[in-house]
């Protein structure tokens, strides 16, 4: 099995990580969208060798985003995705020399949206956006890098 095609279990997982992806995520995906990215960053189990982590860094006309986050299911739960995380926050901070990462989190996205604000991140703006046929609200999120 390639590694990142056991990440996202659903259609609607792979759409929190990435609209521009298609359903079942595979490895080609994943390296076709980091062509544009900063940073990007795999965790590796040093146990397993497996990868159970990943994300990267994107930038547009509003700033820089963490982009693409996505944590291998049996490892939910168990602080993986902090530790991912703040390793991109402190790539963002001390590589990029940024003073500020923003992230987008869809409404439908609970679990996601405690998470991020659990640490730090602010919702500061929301926006209505269309998915095929699905309309979404983002909510955008920000924290400053200190």
Known sequence: ????????KSEEELLFMSPRFVY?????????????R????????????????YANIYKDKDGFWLGNVVVA??????GASQYL?????DKAKNLLKLEQLKLVCHNTNSRGLA???????????????FIG????ITIL???ELH
């Open 115 to 129: 998470f991020y604000s659990k640490l730090g991140f602010k919702p500061y703006d929301l926006k209505s956006v």
């Open 38 to 53: 900063f940073e990007p960053t795999v965790i590796i189990d040093r146990q397993t060798e497996k990868v159970v982590e």
């Open 133 to 136: 046929q699905t309309k979404l």
């Open 141 to 143: 999120m920000s924290k």
């Open 85 to 89: 995380i703040q390793v991109m926050m």
């Open 73 to 78: 299911p049996e490892y939910r739960g168990q």
């Open 24 to 36: 079942p995520l595979t490895s080609n995906q994943i390296i076709g969208l980091a062509k544009d």
């Open 1 to 8: 099995m390639k590694p990142f095609a056991r990440f996202r």
